[in-house]
């Protein structure tokens, strides 16, 4: 489990194909490795990955097939930067929100304004996320945890503070730039919840989420 505040920027030092696979290495400027073991989670742009090998400034972590077919690993270089953030601990300040480390989707930078000190982003997500974004929610956007200002169809506004653009690499978007998106686990299960006993029933091919106002109405949601 992480919480959406990064801990350091590092820089992909190499992506080393291994079959359908990638062994991807990390260096670190500011993270703390001195605690991390073999085993271990740590977010890479959102991206839960298990450190398989560590260094006093690096680590190394295998990335699947699933992994990068669903999350911008497919697009990344040797060179590129990455939000990086350790697991939580039980002792922690929860200082974002819930964040699995489980990318739903990925997203793309619309536009980039800067309004005084503050830049406001608009970002486009799949139509399948759409409903799980919600005005003054929270969405986690390459592992940082932020929150929605404002909604239009599937685009979603971000106000970002300077310290935000200074600490992770959302000060190096550009418009085009594809991004990591995990929408509010709570909204995901919630989802399912409101199926009821129709979950039994529902396969990876049908529409298990299409939740209608006539079902709401139907299952007492709405008076």
């Given at each position: 489990?992480?919480?959406?505040?990064?801990?350091?920027?590092?820089?992909?030092?190499?992506?080393?194909?291994?079959?359908?696979?990638?062994?991807?290495t990390i260096?670190?400027?500011?993270?703390?490795?001195?605690?991390?073991h073999l085993g271990d989670s740590i977010?890479?742009?959102?991206?839960?990955?298990?450190?398989v090998a560590k260094s006093a400034n690096s680590f190394s972590a295998d990335v699947s097939h699933e992994t990068i077919k669903r999350t911008g690993f497919a697009q990344y270089q040797a060179g590129a930067k990455v939000n990086l953030e350790k697991a939580l601990q039980a002792n922690g300040?929860?200082?974002?929100?819930?964040?699995?480390?489980?990318?739903?989707?990925?997203?793309?930078?619309l536009s980039i304004n800067s309004v005084g000190r503050y830049v406001e982003i608009w970002v486009e997500a799949p139509a399948s996320l759409a409903k799980y974004i919600a005005q003054k929610g929270s969405i986690t956007v390459d592992g940082v945890s932020l929150t929605v200002?404002?909604?239009?169809?599937?685009?979603?506004?971000?106000?970002?503070?300077?310290?935000s653009l200074q600490e992770t690499i959302i000060g190096l978007y550009k418009v085009g730039t594809k991004v990591n998106l995990e929408v509010?686990?709570?909204?995901?299960?919630?989802?399912?919840?409101?199926?009821g006993d129709n979950a039994a029933y529902t396969t990876a091919d049908s529409k298990q989420s299409e939740i209608s106002m006539a079902f709401l109405a139907e299952n007492g949601y709405l008076r």
């Open positions: 489990m992480f919480t959406g505040i990064i801990e350091d920027i590092g820089l992909i030092q190499s992506l080393q194909p291994n079959g359908a696979d990638i062994r991807l260096q670190t400027h500011k993270l703390d490795m001195s605690d991390v977010a890479n742009n959102g991206v839960c990955l298990t450190v300040r929860l200082g974002g929100h819930i964040v699995s480390g489980h990318v739903d989707g990925v997203g793309k930078v200002n404002e909604v239009k169809d599937s685009h979603f506004l971000l106000t970002l503070i300077p310290h509010d686990v709570i909204a995901r299960y919630l989802e399912r919840l409101m199926l």
